[in-house]
């Protein structure tokens, strides 16, 4: 190895160690029979994408754990990502938060299973459960106020949906998306706009397939104040679990709503 090589590694390396201090009390499971990968994969996380940008820790961490769930990781994986999640700095109804804001977008069954891994880490580290209810809507006022949020953050693309709607398709495209997608989740407290935006860029973008939605929702980040640069940064994250194909499908999604040039 050259001088430089070794050098470069080293930083990594030291970078590495230094991110990774106080965020994960075990040692990787492939510690012991594949330390190769595993180091590649801690200077790759830790001791570079940790490095850049402007995310904090908290939510750097969360969006790990979003797209762990999107990708339907194992429950030991979750686990480990979760309690990185808590050193990290995140609450335990943040990453309960996190969790339940991707059910309209990947489903019930792959956030059911992360949250059992969850849940008995909050039980392990004595965090009682239930945590407390987050809802702000009624059955009364769901659609509406989910519909005030879906406004506010698409703007009139809205009503233009919804009067374009054919009869058969209204349930779906209007009661369903406005109240339960945006009533029932967006409207919880316990996350800002901001963080369940980025959150839900991180889940669709996961399970590929859904650019003309991942350009959506990075318009909705836009609209809510994230810019193109915590959009980045978000994807930098989630690239080691996804591979490059769907990181490169998000990334020109990103391109094509917020071209560089167009940038803060």
């Not at 998306?177 to 989740?185: I, K, M, P, R, V």
Request: proline share 4%; charged share 20%; net charge negative.
């Amino acid at each position: 190895m050259n001088t430089a090589n070794a050098a470069e590694t080293g930083s990594r390396a030291q970078n590495a160690a230094k991110n990774m201090q106080g965020i994960f009390a075990e040692p990787d499971r492939l510690a012991a029979s594949d330390p190769e990968l595993v180091a590649i994969k801690e200077r790759l996380l830790y001791g570079e994408i940790a490095e850049r940008g402007t995310l904090s820790a908290s939510k750097r961490a969360l969006v790990t754990l979003v797209t762990l769930t999107a990708v339907q990781a194992d429950d030991e994986l979750l686990a480990r990502y979760t309690k990185a999640a808590l050193a990290a700095g995140a609450k335990p109804v943040e990453v309960r938060e996190a969790l339940y804001q991707c059910v309209p977008y990947i489903g019930f069954a792959r956030v059911e299973a992360a949250l059992v891994a969850a849940n008995k880490v909050f039980t392990e580290q004595g965090i009682a459960l239930p945590l407390a209810d987050q809802g702000t809507v009624s059955e009364k006022s769901r659609f509406a106020d989910g519909l005030a949020v879906q406004k506010k953050t698409f703007g009139d693309a809205i009503d233009k949906m919804h009067a374009t709607a054919p009869e058969d398709q209204k349930d779906i495209v209007v009661n369903y998306l406005s109240a339960f997608c945006f009533g029932d989740f967006f409207t919880r407290s316990g996350l800002d706009p901001r963080t369940r935006e980025l959150l839900i860029f991180a889940a669709i973008s996961s399970i590929g397939g859904c650019e003309p939605q991942v350009k959506s929702h990075v318009q909705g980040n836009l609209s809510v104040g994230n810019t193109r640069q915590d959009l980045l940064d978000a994807l930098a994250q989630m690239m080691p679990w996804l591979g490059f194909p769907r990181t490169l499908n998000a990334l020109a999604c990103i391109n094509a709503v917020v071209p560089a040039k167009q940038a803060d």
